[in-house]
């Protein structure tokens, strides 16, 4: 999983490239989706990338955030990432109108291995804002549906006003070929989901681990859980990927904060098998 | 190739030099050594070592990436002038021009960052070999010969009669070839010129090879690091003055119309350096003290087959509550 750097030879890797943003959907009450386009259409036609990358994002004067892409590189009219507001960044993020330029480089870091979940049952587990990469890989494998098995999507929330991409949830659930459970921790008189926290939602509908795969992102504490109840599923380490948040500057391996050990979650990852992490997982994350 | 110069004749070739690069060298400022630009003054003879070390010539404490200019039509993204133009700095430690070099892995790669790199190539390196061991310093445990270096385009030994420089590098070949105010000297010279090193240890304080092989084994024994960080007080000054920590941040600054990005020094000491809205990796002390002794002694070997230490003893000298770096490797390797 190599990566590429897209940008010319002798320019600024630091220097963002100008996008603007065409679409913004309010997901909760304090997360939003951003759709973007490249204002140079050089660039535009130049640029490609992988489900499970992320970007390093910018308003000028604020500062820069880091967020996974979470649009799929099959659709790429335009570019998606999803933004909690819970900072500086973010709020000013918030802020932004459509028509407004945000800095956008990238894309940085590894990818979900495709090569290795064709033909496999694929259990997808998310959490929150977490769905927000695994999204960019279910949107990919459904545009390309006959080359997987059976898929599984788990998605929870703390309420269902926290519920992120209602419009994906709804289109999943809708789809004959998908399993589709959504489960919150706390539901209301209009939920007909299931309520409860998504490792022990995880354990009660039991996914076979034969010729599975398992793709899991949300809160740190839904990943620590989730791989627990994973492996008592009988998931080998092999068979289950996350992809990690750490805090980001650079992006790219130099600013020296996003290691867990000797892993740098920028250039090493964001995406790693559990086997590759478990020794620093419930160590430094 | 060895050449050697006269006491009288070394100033005024360092001023020829200037003629063609901007040269710097070790100058007193507020009463601390430090690298700043030559102004023909007399160079120092009992030069210990500089309170900062050189990597600021190179990754600079605060350095603007671009800016931009906000008038009232789209925003313009421009870059900044890049520092160019040849420069050489004389009296740099072997220590210190390891320390230079260790961190050029980190700058190139897939993303090559073109300010350390860039500065990197326009900087000749004129080093000094040391005559006294400098308080806090283990480079002898760290491998480095205070009195050599392969980092360095040139590296002088000083004599009574003058200067006998080791020419590294063609780069430092250009600076001294056809230069009549230079000798030829020799290799037995340069061994002739080798002298005692005034304070230096008979026995080594720690084995490296045994840290190397054993931190990873001890990384994850959580009361080790507590007790070894406990008087630690995350002041931050062991990052600062390291030639070997680069870690950096990157902020914005803007006033109504133009507005710069930056990146300026960063320290894993903070508990601001990981933490994110709902959850911070390296909350604790015990965890950040670790992420410093392991990045160095782990993950830098593991990532670049490199200890990212020179064992310059800045950390050592200067810690405010003398936390002493040898001790806790020796501790780790035990």
């Known amino acids: 999983m190599n990566q590429t750097c897209q940008c010319l030879p002798g320019t600024n890797i630091y220097q963002p490239h100008l996008m603007e943003i065409v679409k913004i959907i309010a997901e909760t009450e304090d997360t939003k989706t951003f759709h973007l386009q490249f204002q140079d259409p050089v660039i535009k036609g130049a640029f490609s990338f992988l489900s499970g990358q992320f970007a390093e994002y910018s308003v000028f004067g604020e500062g820069e955030a880091t967020f996974c892409i979470s649009s799929s590189p099959t659709r790429m009219d335009h570019l998606e990432f999803s933004v909690k507001r819970v900072g500086r960044v973010t709020q000013a993020l918030h802020h932004l109108n459509t028509g407004d330029a945000v800095g956008f480089r990238g894309p940085y870091g590894n990818h979900f291995p495709l090569d290795r979940l064709e033909g496999k049952n694929l259990v997808f587990i998310g959490g929150g804002i977490g769905l927000a990469p695994l999204r960019s890989l279910i949107q990919n494998v459904l545009d390309n549906r006959l080359d997987y098995g059976e898929i599984i999507i788990l998605y929870g929330a703390r309420s269902p006003q926290d519920l992120c991409f209602k419009y994906d949830l709804e289109a999943w659930n809708q789809n004959p070929t998908v399993k589709m459970i959504t489960t919150v921790d706390a539901g209301d008189k209009a939920w007909k989901g299931k309520v409860g926290l998504v490792p022990i939602v995880l354990q009660e509908i039991a996914p076979s681990p034969t010729n599975a795969m398992a793709i899991t992102c949300g809160p740190p504490i839904m990943i620590r859980y989730t791989l627990l109840a994973l492996e008592k599923l009988g998931f080998t380490p092999s068979q289950i990927w996350t992809t990690l948040e750490m805090k980001m500057k650079c992006g790219v391996g130099k600013c020296g904060r996003c290691n867990i050990g000797p892993l740098y979650v920028c250039k090493d990852g964001p995406v790693f098998s559990f086997e590759e992490i478990r020794n620093f997982i419930s160590d430094e994350f | ?334």
């Open chain 2, 1 to 334: 190739m060895y050449k050697k110069i006269g006491r009288e004749k070394f100033l005024p070739w360092l001023s020829r030099v200037k003629t063609q690069a901007q040269v710097f060298a070790p100058v007193r400022e507020n009463g601390l050594w430090t690298y700043g630009e030559w102004k023909n003054q007399d160079l120092p003879e009992s030069f210990l070592n500089s309170r900062l070390s050189p990597k600021g010539l190179f990754l600079e404490s605060l350095e603007p990436l671009f800016g931009w200019t906000s008038p009232a039509g789209p925003l313009q993204v421009k870059p900044v002038p890049s520092s160019s133009g040849p420069r050489v700095i004389f009296g740099i430690k072997a220590c210190d021009a390891r320390a230079i070099r260790i961190l050029e892995p980190v700058f190139s790669g897939n993303f090559p960052d073109g300010f350390y790199p860039g500065n990197l190539a326009r900087t000749i390196l004129l080093g000094v070999a040391c005559r006294v061991q400098c308080p806090g310093s283990f480079c002898g445990e760290m491998g480095i010969d205070p009195q050599d270096s392969a980092n360095c385009d040139i590296f002088f030994r000083e004599t009574p009669q003058g200067r006998i420089a080791k020419i590294v590098t063609g780069k430092g070949k250009d600076l001294v070839e056809g230069n009549d105010l230079w000798v030829e000297s020799s290799q037995e010279e340069w061994e002739s010129a080798r002298k005692e090193i005034k304070g230096r240890r008979e026995k080594p304080l720690f084995d490296l090879e045994k840290v190397k092989d054993r931190i990873a084994r001890r990384f994850p024994e959580e009361d080790l690091w507590q007790r070894v960080s406990a008087k630690c007080i995350n002041c931050g000054a062991c990052t600062y003055l390291c030639p070997t920590c680069h870690c950096f941040d990157i902020c914005d600054l803007q006033v109504p119309g133009r507005g710069a990005r930056f990146r300026c020094w960063d320290s894993c000491a903070y508990p601001s350096f990981t933490r994110m809205p709902v959850h911070n990796p390296r909350e604790e002390k015990w965890r950040r003290y670790r992420q410093r002794v392991g990045h160095k002694f782990y993950f830098y070997p593991q990532n670049f087959q490199l200890v990212a230490c020179v064992g310059c003893g800045r950390c050592v000298a200067h810690c405010p509550v003398n936390l002493d770096l040898r001790e806790v490797l020796l501790e780790v390797a035990r």
